[in-house]
């Protein structure tokens, strides 16, 4: 059974950066399409995904501010995030799957999902 564990949420002001990690364990990482994905009040949305040939694809609301990577031999999926907004302020979600598609980031294609961690933007 795969399982992911976020960590790294916190609280900054505007402009700051932060890098979210997430633990893989249950299976390789290198055989998992994995995504970040964020719920404030209202719908969860894709924030960034990277499949398992190292492409990636973000959301045009983080492109140019966020880099997700992920790190086969120590199972680690990262995303480092600059110039952070209170727009950003949200729950962050890592997800994984073995055949989700990244160009869509839908919730529904990933299967396993971690606890989540906050992340939270003040001006």
């Known amino acids: 059974q795969v399982q992911v564990v976020e960590s790294g949420g916190d609280s900054v002001q505007t402009g700051g950066s932060l890098r979210l990690s997430c633990v893989v364990s249950g299976s390789s990482a290198s055989r998992l399409c994995m995504g970040w994905f964020r719920q404030a009040p209202g719908m969860r949305e894709g924030v960034a995904a990277i499949?398992?040939?190292?492409?990636?694809n973000y959301a045009d609301s983080v492109k140019g501010r966020f880099t997700i990577s992920k790190d086969n031999t120590k199972q680690i999926l990262y995303l480092q995030m600059t110039s952070l907004k209170p727009e950003d302020t949200a729950m962050y979600y890592c997800?994984?799957?073995?055949?989700?598609?990244?160009?869509?980031?839908?919730?529904?294609?990933?299967?396993?999902w971690g606890q989540g961690t906050q992340v939270t933007v003040s001006s």
């Open positions: 499949d398992t040939d190292g492409n990636t």
């Open positions: 997800a994984a799957d073995f055949n989700a598609p990244i160009a869509a980031m839908t919730s529904q294609d990933f299967d396993y």
